[in-house]
């Protein structure tokens, strides 16, 4: 069965420093991987999304995503993390031959000044 | 251009009532979902829609229905109000344009409360 697992419910990094939210799947044949980001009260806004090609994904707001076949993971980074970085991320993964995506629980990044 | 709209922001029911949640979209994506977020259960779909007059059943369906009747909107209806609903529900749209590689766009989202 496809899934997806974000092993930490929340994150904590002072700002400035270097962020990595961490997220594997499990899906047959090729993984099509997003990551998505929630601020308090808003809907969720896509951040940036693995197809194929060049295994570092570059997105919105300096982000960027590190795609690893061999670990089945596709963890979000950010070399320098911003107070207003602090919101629910989640990660998911479109199930196979449909239009559909299995998210992640979420991880609550906190920034802290 | 507002992207995808969704109606009411915030609903209390009481055990038993029924409403309808309505979600539109000014993209004209072919695809719409509708999802229940849970805390430490992320989101979870409930239907879809593929187009216009097709539905169809996601991971959690029971208890709800839903229509859609034009392109641009996509209809959520609690025929019985249970407290298990209380839920935050998001609605989203999608294009196929391309296959299956495309983001979903999210609305803002209904908060609803069955007492």
């Known amino acids: 069965a496809q899934s997806v697992a974000q092993p930490e419910d929340q994150v904590n990094v002072a700002e400035g420093n270097p962020l990595t939210v961490k997220c594997t799947y499990s899906?047959?044949?090729?993984?099509?991987l997003f990551w998505y980001v929630q601020y308090p009260n808003r809907g969720l806004q896509f951040l940036l999304k693995?197809?194929?090609?060049?295994?570092l994904v570059k997105g919105s707001y300096g982000f960027e995503a590190e795609f690893n076949k061999s670990q089945t993971s596709f963890h979000l980074k950010k070399p320098s993390a911003l107070v207003s970085d602090s919101a629910l991320y989640f990660c998911?993964?479109?199930?196979?031959?449909?239009?559909?995506?299995?998210f992640g629980t979420g991880t609550r990044l906190q920034v802290f000044p | 251009n507002a992207g995808v709209t969704q109606t009411p922001k915030f609903r209390v029911l009481k055990t038993g009532q029924s409403m309808t949640l309505l979600c539109a979209q000014d993209?004209?994506?072919?695809?719409m979902y509708w999802y229940r977020q849970d805390p430490g259960m992320g989101l979870r779909l409930i239907h879809y829609?593929?187009?216009?007059?097709?539905?169809a059943k996601g991971e959690v369906p029971d208890g709800y229905n839903v229509s859609r009747l034009k392109k641009q909107n996509f209809l959520l209806g609690l025929e019985s109000a249970a407290p298990s609903q209380t839920s935050v529900y998001f609605c989203?749209?999608?294009?196929?344009?391309?296959?299956?590689?495309?983001?979903?766009?999210f609305g803002p989202g209904t908060r609803l409360t069955v007492l």
């Open positions: 989203a749209s999608s294009s196929t344009s391309g296959g299956f590689y495309n983001e979903q766009f």
């Open positions: 899906v047959s044949g090729n993984p099509y």
């Open positions: 693995y197809i194929t090609g060049d295994n």
């Open positions: 998911a993964v479109r199930q196979p031959y449909t239009d559909k995506l299995i």
């Open positions: 993209m004209n994506h072919e695809y």
């Open positions: 829609s593929v187009g216009e007059g097709t539905t």
